[in-house]
């Protein structure tokens, strides 16, 4: 089993819809959950961050995290042809720990 | 506020040769990590430096090793080349008690 899942088919959806991503993971010690964006061949960039379980939002992103069922989610609102990237699940046990990071998800958002 | 800078954005080499790869961590960053992301996958850790020290190591063979500098910058260098090594290879760095790590725009690698 791998450390971290996420399903990397691709997505697409048509601008304004609410995209949404997931990922899972088998290592209780992680404490730390990430999202990152990363366009083609350019390096990823942070897009949410929370700590243990619960809710962030951020504008048009939500991020969720339940350690209890060790799922994490990413929620796009009124997508944008811009939001077309790759999104990468991530997630370390500390702060300066190594970064456990899924396949990622290629989203594009149609105009 | 500059950002995680590396060098050189591209590089081309063949079988069996050296190659090393540069970062220069986020201002005010001491911690950092590098790894290696292979076509259509998430990145992968190859190891972190903090002190001028190896902290923590993934997977990786001792054909990678690397070094930081007492400025924080660091080098990545990867020895008799294989065609697997092909990848984009990224640096990340965070300050010390920090919880998020940021990355650069990496090196793409190309071995034929």
């Known amino acids: 089993q791998k450390e971290v899942e996420q399903d990397p088919g691709p997505l697409s959806v048509p601008e304004g819809a609410i995209v949404s991503l997931n990922c899972t993971y088998s290592?209780?010690?992680?404490?730390?959950f990430m999202w990152y964006r990363q366009y083609s061949r350019k390096g990823p960039e942070l897009l949410m961050y929370?700590?243990?379980?619960g809710n962030k939002e951020d504008g048009r992103f939500t991020a969720q995290v339940d350690k209890s069922s060790k799922y994490i989610s990413l929620f796009i609102r009124d997508s944008q042809p811009s939001d077309s990237a790759t999104y990468l699940c991530?997630?370390?046990?500390?702060?300066?720990?190594?970064?456990?990071f899924g396949k990622g998800n290629q989203v594009v958002v149609i105009p | 506020d500059a950002g995680v800078t590396q060098s050189p954005t591209h590089l081309i080499k063949t079988r069996g040769q050296q190659v090393t790869l540069r970062c220069s961590p986020k201002?005010?960053?001491?911690?950092v990590s590098w790894y290696q992301q292979a076509l259509g996958q998430g990145p992968q850790f190859i190891f972190q430096?903090?002190?001028?020290?190896?902290?923590q190591r993934g997977n990786f063979p001792d054909r990678f090793s690397g070094h930081q500098f007492p400025n924080y910058s660091s080098e990545l260098n990867v020895n008799a080349l294989l065609l697997g090594d092909s990848a984009l290879y990224l640096c990340a760095s965070i300050r010390t008690r920090g919880e998020t790590q940021y990355f650069g725009p990496g090196t793409r690698l190309l071995v034929l």
């Open positions: 201002s005010g960053h001491d911690t």
């Open positions: 290592n209780s010690a992680f404490q730390y």
């Open positions: 929370t700590y243990s379980s």
């Open positions: 991530a997630m370390s046990a500390g702060g300066n720990n190594r970064l456990a």
């Open positions: 430096y903090y002190e001028e020290e190896e902290r």
